[in-house]
């Protein structure tokens, strides 16, 4: 391989440090013949230095590696889905938001969520479950289970099956206990606030 | 297990915010990962590492939940351009300035020069966590960095 274009599209793992040995001395040798390839090289050792990280997510490396660590503490060695202890799911989920919540602070503000019926400039107040059910939950069930109690369901199913629901009662760890005790659920956890 | 907690978890948070960069979805997404690394631990061939096997259920789910949302153009909308305007590129990407660049480009382009510049992975790798032929990684590197440099040509000139 000596062709210059198929050595140019090397030159991003050159940078990193990635290419085997005599792919390696091959661009070593290339480069300094090549004043294109050479801004190439410069160019991306000066991108690349940009995509590090802000310190919030160094800060949420070590609360991430602190969370899973009391998480994973009690695990069974085998992640099959039988071996897994009945409070798993909710507790690697929290574990889970707690960790996105911090990212998403880096990312410009979304709307308020509010329901079709919640007036302008109102925000719903009411604790907020996130709800996944089995892929064989009937729409009839799920929507019973999710608005019995006069609940209601702010957004939903997202792409990933997770309905948002208000618990207008404020009883949260009430519902999520009965949904808890639902075959259809798969997963129920109070949503956390930023 | 434990230790693939420490170590994946964050990272695979990074890895999203980076490639998706849509807070709701970002949210979603981490937990089911993380979901679907639990229930398939047990199943987990060691063919590969453990960071490319996590990373690409990453990719895929991203992937297939931005192609069903049609957030492509949602992401630009979200990104205003930039004021200022310099003629050193390595100056000009500033970290906020970096994703206005990133979001010009597709998922896959973005997967691909994150993969490379932040986590320092190789392309056999990549080809490996994305799915897809080294060749295919190594072209989609080039047109990412074609249009980076358009976007910045671009914006040079006006």
Known sequence: MTDHKEIRELIPWFVNGTLNESEQSLLDAHVRECDECRREVEDLVRLSSKFGWPQEVIELQDSGRAAAADFVEALPETGAAGARPAWAVPVLVTICVAVAATLTTMIPPQDEFRTRSTKPGVVVAAPVVQVVFQERATEKAIRETLLAGGNVVLSGPSTLGVYRVAVTSGESDAYIARLERNPDVIFAEEEMTQ | ?158
């Open chain 2, 1 to 158: 297990m434990r230790r693939l907690y420490e170590l994946y978890l964050p990272r695979l948070g990074r890895f999203l915010y980076r490639v998706v960069q849509d807070a709701e979805l970002i949210q979603e997404l981490v937990n089911d990962v993380m979901l679907t690394v639990w229930q398939n631990a047990g199943a987990f061939r060691r063919e590969s590492t453990v960071s490319t096997w996590i990373l690409g259920i990453a990719y895929r789910k991203a992937l297939d939940a931005l192609r069903r949302q049609k957030r492509y153009s949602t992401l630009v909308r979200q990104v205003p351009e930039p004021d200022r305007h310099d003629d050193d590129i390595g100056y000009f990407i500033a970290e906020r300035d970096l994703n206005r660049l990133l979001v010009k480009l597709s998922l896959e382009q973005r997967a691909v020069a994150e993969l490379s510049f932040d986590f320092g992975y190789s392309y056999p790798e990549i080809a490996e966590i994305l799915g897809v032929p080294v060749n295919t990684v190594k072209t989609r590197m080039y047109y990412a960095r074609r249009t980076m440099q358009e976007a910045y040509s671009s914006r040079g000139n006006a």
